[in-house]
């Protein structure tokens, strides 16, 4: 198998949410450079078949798909009790899951709803961390939560995700300080919107096509993009980088506002004389 820079040959990595978007663009980039990943699921869409071939197009290394709610402690231990007997470690793990009610109105906003959020946005950071290091004594070298610029820029109807992003934000800087002494790289990546079925499920099928209307070409990350940028932070290189939010948007967050719709508005103007 001929792998990409860095290798992860003999790496084991765990992606929770990993059977689609960038939960497993994720596993995909690890895989192609040689590491056995482990993709969780709960409830939704997946196609096995599919999934096992994509990773066998990069002549990656088969992974495994295993069943488990992140907010069920029985869950956790019964996927790390697979993973112990099948794999005996944890090298990387990575906390993709987000799940949260949309919210409408002010009225729809309960405290059961945002606990429910931080449940399965933040909590995982933490609740997989510590199972990890019971069942196999040490904890994953490095650490990845994933967020949004839900935290700065408002979105409907995602009040719950984003106050629990903006959590999760604040809390790796404190994870970091009480992990200090064990030699671990804990961080969590920001990324702007990006095409996958979750964005669709939660803004709905319009939002795409709207966005590509307005704003710039490069308005959109590629799932590969974030993935990529999470392996160059579990690469090695990296290791000064740790308790911080790693933004990956090539920038357009600065210019992404109403400035700019008006700008682009100015130009089509100006092509239409």
């Not at 040959?9 to 596993?27: A, D, F």
């Not at 078949?49 to 907010?71: C, G």
């Not at 990575?94 to 002010?106: C, E, L, P, T």
């Not at 995602?158 to 934000?169: H, I, N, Q, R």
Request: some cysteine; overall charge neutral.
């Amino acid at each position: 198998m001929s792998k990409s820079f860095p290798d992860f040959s003999g790496k084991v990595v765990l992606i929770t949410g990993g059977t689609r978007g960038i939960g497993l663009e994720t596993g995909l980039s690890f895989a192609k450079r040689g590491a056995l990943c482990i993709l969780t699921y709960s409830w939704g869409d997946h196609d096995e078949s599919s999934i096992y071939k994509s990773f066998e197009d990069v002549k990656a290394l088969k992974p495994l798909l295993i069943q488990a709610d992140v907010i069920k402690l029985e869950d956790t231990q019964a996927l790390l009790a697979k993973i112990k007997e099948q794999a005996n470690k944890i090298d990387v793990f990575i906390s993709n899951v987000a799940v949260a009610a949309s919210v409408k109105s002010f009225e729809d906003l309960s405290l059961k709803g945002l606990k429910q959020a931080i449940s399965y946005s933040t909590w995982p950071m933490v609740g997989y961390t510590k199972e990890i290091f019971k069942v196999f004594g040490s904890y994953p070298k490095y650490i990845i939560g994933m967020s949004s610029t839900g935290p700065d820029h408002y979105s409907m109807g995602y009040d719950y995700v984003a106050s629990s992003k903006a959590l999760m934000e604040l809390f790796v800087k404190y994870l970091n300080y009480h992990l200090r002494g064990h030699d671990v790289c804990i961080n969590v990546v920001r990324s702007r919107a990006v095409k996958t079925k979750s964005l669709e499920d939660t803004f709905g099928k319009d939002l795409a096509e709207f966005v590509d209307k307005f704003m710039p070409n490069n308005f959109w990350i590629e799932p590969q993009e974030v993935a990529e940028a999470i392996v160059a932070l579990c690469s090695g290189y990296c290791d000064s980088i740790s308790g911080e939010t790693v933004m990956v948007d090539k920038g357009t967050t600065f210019f992404d506002n109403l400035m700019e719709i008006y700008n682009r508005s100015q130009k089509n103007k100006l092509k239409s004389v």
